[in-house]
């Protein structure tokens, strides 16, 4: 079964300072990855995602990850932070073929003025 | 474009009455679409699969006869919270995976959730 790991599920950060919201995932298989964000009350955005291709993807706002098979990693970050990027963030992954997303815990990040 | 809209955004019920929410996908034809609950500070929980025309499929420890959902259309899924209690109080939130080329794309689309609170 696939799990997704969010190290840190809290991180804070000065305004314009590097952006870095690590995520691990176990799966048998490489699987389809993404990110999404969720202010305040609000649904969850989707970032980007990785299927297959390059395997740093660029999303909105900035932000991109970069899919690495060997550590099983999917880091999401960006060059400088913005106010408006304080958010919760959660890392998804699924099996090719499969329905069902497997989310982390979710990583609530805070920008500091 | 893939937007998806949930109405209400917002619903106060009292104890014991029921609740519909709805799940519209606005600019494409959905299949599948996924309702979740989210606690305070959590992470979204599945609650069940909703495929058109079909019976959804809920996932463990979701009681069928609590949440009814209804998919009857490409582009509409209804969540209808019988008999609420207050513990039902919570985020619901919707998505919904588009059709494509005859296939299932993998990329969930997110409404914009529905907050209840049940006194």
């Known amino acids: 079964a696939q799990s997704v790991t969010q190290l840190g599920s809290h991180v804070s950060v000065s305004e314009g300072a590097l952006v870095l919201l690590r995520c691990n995932y176990s799966?048998?298989?490489?699987?389809?990855l993404f990110w999404y964000v969720q202010y305040p009350n609000q649904g969850l955005q989707l970032l980007l995602k990785y299927t297959t291709g390059a395997t740093l993807v660029k999303g909105i706002n900035g932000f991109e990850a970069e899919f690495k098979k060997s550590e099983t990693s999917f880091h999401l970050t960006k060059p400088s932070a913005h106010m408006s990027d304080a958010a919760e963030y959660f890392c998804?992954?699924?099996?090719?073929?499969?329905?069902?997303?497997?989310f982390g815990q979710g990583t609530r990040l805070t920008i500091n003025p | 474009g893939a937007v998806v809209s949930q109405h209400p955004s917002r619903v106060i019920c009292k104890s014991g009455t029921s609740v519909k929410i709805e799940c519209r996908s606005l600019d494409f034809q959905a299949t599948t679409m996924f309702w979740y609950r989210q606690f305070p500070k959590q992470s979204l929980m599945l609650m069940a699969t909703?495929?058109?025309?079909?019976?959804?499929?809920?996932e463990q420890g979701v009681e069928k006869d609590k949440f009814l959902i209804n998919h009857a259309s490409l582009t509409l899924s209804t969540l209808t919270v019988t008999s609420a209690h207050p513990e039902d109080s919570s985020f619901y939130i919707c998505s919904a995976s588009a059709l494509s080329g005859g296939a299932v794309e993998e990329t969930q689309y997110f409404g914009p959730g529905t907050r209840l609170l049940v006194l």
């Open positions: 909703s495929n058109e025309g079909s019976k959804a499929t809920y």
């Open positions: 799966s048998s298989v490489p699987p389809y």
């Open positions: 998804a992954v699924i099996l090719q073929g499969a329905q069902k997303l497997v």
